[in-house]
């Protein structure tokens, strides 16, 4: 497989692999075992969204509430949220092991669909980009919104069935899920350059592969033209 450290950084390309899909498409396990191939950082994205829905729970704030909602706005700038290793520090503590509470899953989409919520969020998600360089980034709206110019876009698909065998422990997985595809701010959908899979009948493995291949192919395409516009004569 052509190393993926090897492709050509320039611009329009960002350094990133952008990952994006439904829930229990497989997008951690594949952002994972990718990561290990390819010797590149990854991020949640979905880790930020939970520290904040956190915060909010913890505060019992009230989301249909007109001046909640206005201090949330205020607050949301400082809020002290790093993520490093899969571990979630929220003003300095670590919430990690708090994030799939019922009272986090509870207010989630309401913060997920909050404008203020998900600029804020997305700036610290190019920051932590700026800060480890190379990454594998997976999210609901990473190669639309966050990353748009990212290097490689995958965006998996999965049944409603396959949802909700792979997360019995979110009763409302289907529901959430269909929440985000259908909200007006940054709804879950390919990019329009994504390459799109269905996992309900892949195997971790399956989807891996898949991936490397097309990864693959797009480093050596793209090395090809650039190694044209050059002048250069490429010996196969």
């Excluded at 994006?20 to 497989?26: C, E, R, T």
């Excluded at 950082?41 to 509430?65: I, K, Q």
């Excluded at 529901?175 to 595809?181: K, M, S, T």
Aim: net charge negative.
């Amino acid at each position: 497989m052509v190393n993926y450290k090897d492709a050509p950084w320039g611009a329009p390309y960002a350094p990133v692999i952008a990952i994006d899909g439904q829930a229990g498409s497989g997008k951690s396990t594949l952002a994972r075992r990718l990561s290990e191939v390819l010797n590149i950082p990854t991020l949640n994205s979905g880790l930020y969204y939970r520290a904040v829905a956190l915060w909010v729970a913890r505060n019992h704030f009230d989301l249909e509430d007109l001046a909640s909602n206005e201090y949330i706005a205020d607050m949301l700038r400082s809020l002290v949220i790093s993520v490093d290793g899969g571990r979630v520090i929220l003003g300095g503590d670590d919430v990690t092991d708090q994030l799939r509470s019922k009272e986090v899953q509870r207010v989630l989409p309401k913060v997920s669909a909050k404008p203020e919520v998900r600029s804020y969020l997305n700036e610290l998600q190019r920051l932590w980009v700026d800060r480890y360089g190379s990454s594998i980034v997976e999210g609901r709206d990473i190669g639309t919104v966050v990353f748009p110019d990212a290097y490689f876009k995958v965006f998996l698909t999965v049944s409603s069935d396959a949802q909700r065998a792979r997360r019995p422990e979110e009763a409302s997985v289907v529901e959430r899920d269909l929440a985000d595809r259908k909200r007006e701010v940054a709804p879950t959908i390919p990019a329009s350059d994504a390459v799109v899979w269905d996992t309900t009948s892949l195997s971790p493995e399956d989807v891996l592969e898949t991936v490397q291949t097309a990864l693959a192919t797009k480093v050596e395409t793209i090395c090809h033209n650039l190694s044209y516009e050059r002048g250069e004569r490429v010996v196969k």
